[in-house]
């Protein structure tokens, strides 16, 4: 597969922004004022950051058991999201409901999208795809596994399948991937050229760091890397985008104990009666409410009412309507969030 055809002729056209690190002892080349504050231990302020976040991408790579060339730093995964796009451009094929960027930015850059809705499963509707993928030639498909709002992760060999007859790339965002049992596509990389895996702390930790990380063969960087803005990845967010990584044993720690919640979570929340829960490998779960009218008032108790009755209460959930009718998709927090949650939802139930 020749990755540069794949690019948009104008980014095939390109050269990446050279911002070379010059060692010097005086550094006067970059219109940066020579009067900083010492934020952190090393940080600086009046320099730009490193362009390339070399220590971070060497430590993450390190991480997820690549090479350094195979890795790309973004501003979040969502900026990751949006360069691939501007590089390869479209069409863009996703499932629905997923993740609304793929769309936003999809159509944000006047690149053609094409959704397929999930299947009563929410699993990916092979047939579909694969027919779609071969009518319409996609030039990326973009599959959330696990799959936000939904939180259930796709088949394996689907997901496997698609990237097997893509002509063009397939990226897995496995943004939710620390908290599933199941195996990332990581280890498949190397025998897949067009597949593409997207990394975010943001569920991690460090949502407000935006670090987000793009795991591919190295053709593909370099294509990505040339629509990248130079100084993407600030000094702040790399510093401690590191040390965090670097003392990985609080991040499992805490990932840990988000999973243990989410199962008491999962099991309380089953025991309610108008209520549909849906199994997550995510940091979420979505869930159902059937409808039930109140003999007495009336009144009918259902997703919105009770999204606006907990908000009353100061829980803030999300209110999915519009994407899936009838559902709401609530974060695992602390042990003390989950439980001040789930009482108030037994409470308005
Ligand atoms: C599937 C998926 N991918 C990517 C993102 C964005 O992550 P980031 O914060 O790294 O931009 C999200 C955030 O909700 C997400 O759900």
Not at 109 to 129: R, T
Request: proline share 5%; hydrophobic share 40%.
């Amino acid at each position: 597969m020749n990755i540069k055809k794949l690019a948009k002729p104008n980014v095939r056209a390109l050269r990446a922004y050279q911002a070379k690190e010059i060692p010097c002892k005086i550094k006067l080349d970059a219109n940066e004022s020579p009067y900083g504050f010492k934020v952190l231990k090393s940080i600086r302020t009046n320099k730009y950051p490193d362009p390339e976040a070399k220590e971070l991408r060497k430590l993450a790579a390190k991480e997820f058991k690549i090479k350094t060339e195979n890795i790309l730093h973004g501003n979040g995964s969502d900026e990751l999201i949006y360069n691939l796009i501007s590089t390869f451009g479209g069409p863009v094929l996703y499932p629905v409901p997923t993740f609304t960027m793929y769309g936003i930015i999809s159509q944000a850059l006047g690149e053609k999208k094409i959704e397929i809705p999930l299947d009563k499963y929410f699993d990916l509707d092979i047939n579909e795809f694969i027919k779609t993928i071969k009518k319409k030639k996609p030039k990326l498909v973009f599959l959330s596994s696990p799959n936000n709002p939904t939180g259930n992760s796709f088949s394996s060999d689907r997901i496997l399948r698609i990237v097997k007859q893509s002509k063009g790339l397939v990226v897995v965002d496995e943004a939710y991937q620390p908290f599933s049992d199941k195996k990332s596509f990581l280890l498949l990389l190397k025998k897949h050229k067009n597949l593409i895996i997207l990394r975010t702390l943001s569920k991690i930790g460090l949502a407000g760091l935006r670090v987000g990380f793009m795991i591919a063969h190295r053709d593909i960087i370099h294509e990505v890397n040339k629509v990248r803005l130079p100084f993407n990845l600030n000094s702040l967010s790399q510093k401690i985008a590191f040390d965090v990584i670097q003392d990985k044993k609080r991040m499992h720690s805490f990932i840990k104990i988000i999973k243990a919640e989410r199962k008491k979570l999962f099991h309380e929340m089953k025991k309610i009666d108008c209520l549909k829960i849906y199994p997550s490998d995510a940091n979420f779960i979505l869930f159902r409410v059937n409808p039930v009218k109140n003999k007495v008032s009336g009144g009918v108790k259902n997703a919105d009412t009770i999204y606006k009755n907990l908000l009353k209460k100061g829980v803030l959930i999300r209110n999915i309507k519009g994407i899936i009718d009838g559902c709401l998709r609530v974060t695992v927090g602390t042990p003390k969030e989950n439980a001040i949650f789930l009482r108030n939802l037994k409470q308005l139930l």
